[in-house]
């Protein structure tokens, strides 16, 4: 990934808080967004979704985002018929449903000032009590495996015509959630044109909560560039997130509706995408595959690589590399500034959540004792200031996984600023593409 002077100037420890406050902001326009979008321009019908009582003269702004959001989803049907059919301009087609779905995503911000007039939550939250998470997850804590096993029969993985950019092919490919009816996954794929002669090692890289780049126009991240290096770099969609958003709902929010829940099965369902993805890649050229990501990106990758010991060996993988990432997983609804950011701390706390309650989940979702890859395979980028993943947690994974120091990169950053900062120095890249690649 090549170095990004713009974002040097702001990774640094000030952007945290305005980031945090950006988001309080943020979500609650993005609830009063989706409503709309699911409204067919009726005032009424948004009103009653947000329950927050009619409210004059809404009926012109409805009308646009229902609008912008049709042709987000006709441009996207285009999409699928062109880049997984066999005619038409593929390249035309994406950025053609890249252009739409931005419009369509970048006008929650005209809800801004309403969801701030009227209150609104962050987030539809339904938090259950601990005794009913306790009964739904009752065989899992007793015995994990079988939440994170994949199926017997993998799904058939898609591939999509490709389009050339520069030395650089992309394509995408999709395949039916396992267990999930009326969902799909979806990952876009860049990969050298000239393929290195000891094969093509795969990085999969998992996205942060609610971060929607491929709704954007552009490659934000530089993934290109990093597969200039002789990688293959898989960016799948999260599971409620980009082009697997529920209608009524933007995107993370699935994943904090119902904490922690919610998060459980997202993080269940996320792992074994990356399990089938990779099981793909190593049919595909890829004797080495890593799995990595950014903030959820990297606690999939994390629970994942912890869960994975009844998965068939082509599905693991024998590199990781985590960006902002803790060990307990499973209390994050409390600690983490994000969750106050939500409101999931309060929620979860009237709903008789403590910090014991959450004490089982541990052993579905927390890091192991052992490291499930060679420690040697294993990249970390921990924010010294970081109160999202919070610091401490990355500390104790850095130590009880032995990350060598070449491996470890610790920065006096918070978790958003630790995130710009890597497009100023993308070392920890640079780091696991030595290893995948050599």
């Not at 801004?112 to 539809?124: D, K």
């Not at 690589?305 to 960006?323: F, H, Q």
């Not at 309060?346 to 709903?351: D, G, K, Q, R, W």
Request: charged share 25%; with cysteine.
């Amino acid at each position: 990934m090549k170095k990004n002077r713009v974002l040097g100037l702001i990774a640094r420890p000030w952007v945290d808080p305005v980031c945090l406050w950006g988001l309080k902001r943020i979500f609650p326009a993005s609830r009063a967004w989706a409503a709309a979008g699911i409204s067919e321009g009726d005032p009424d019908r948004f009103a009653d979704e947000l329950d927050c009582g009619r409210v004059p003269g809404m009926a012109k702004r409805l009308k646009k985002t229902v609008e912008l959001k049709r042709k987000s989803d006709a441009a996207f049907t285009r999409w699928n018929d062109t880049v997984f059919g066999g005619n038409g301009d593929a390249a035309g087609a994406e950025d053609y449903r890249r252009t739409t779905a931005q419009n369509w995503f970048s006008h929650r911000f005209t809800y801004l000032m309403f969801a701030r007039r009227h209150g609104l939550p962050a987030v539809q939250l339904d938090v259950p009590t601990p005794d009913e998470v306790m009964d739904e997850f009752a065989a899992s804590i007793a015995d994990p495996d079988p939440f994170f096993s994949l199926p017997d029969s993998l799904p058939e993985v898609e591939r999509s015509r490709e389009v050339e950019n520069g030395n650089v092919i992309e394509y995408w490919l999709r395949f039916p959630t396992p267990g999930v009816d009326h969902d799909t996954v979806y990952a876009h794929v860049y990969e050298p044109k000239q393929k290195p002669a000891g094969g093509l090692p795969t990085l999969i890289f998992g996205h942060g909560l609610a971060i929607e780049t491929e709704m954007m126009k552009g490659d934000l991240r530089g993934y290109g560039s990093l597969a200039e290096r002789g990688m293959r770099v898989i960016l799948p969609d999260a599971p409620g997130h980009n082009r697997r958003v529920a209608d009524g709902l933007y995107g993370g929010e699935s994943f904090i509706i119902a904490p922690p829940s919610s998060g459980l099965r997202h993080l269940a369902q996320a792992a074994k995408e990356f399990g089938i993805i990779a099981a793909w890649a190593r049919g595909n050229g890829s004797k080495h595959v890593a799995f990595s990501g950014m903030s959820l990106g990297a606690l999939t990758a994390q629970v994942a690589a912890t869960r994975m010991g009844a998965w068939p060996s082509d599905a693991r993988p024998d590199a990781l590399m985590l960006l902002t990432t803790t060990d307990k997983v499973s209390s994050l609804a409390l600690d983490s500034a994000l969750a106050v950011v939500a409101g999931l701390n309060v929620a979860s706390e009237a709903a008789g959540w403590t910090a014991t309650s959450f004490l089982p989940l541990a052993k579905i979702v927390d890091a192991a004792a052992v490291p499930p890859v060679d420690p040697e395979r294993i990249v970390l980028l921990i924010g010294e200031r970081d109160t999202v993943t919070p610091i401490d947690g990355g500390r104790r994974l850095a130590s009880k996984w032995q990350v060598p120091a070449k491996n470890l990169f610790r920065r006096d950053q918070g978790h958003f600023s630790a995130a710009f900062g890597l497009g100023a120095d993308p070392s920890p890249f640079r780091r696991i593409s030595e290893i995948l690649v050599g």
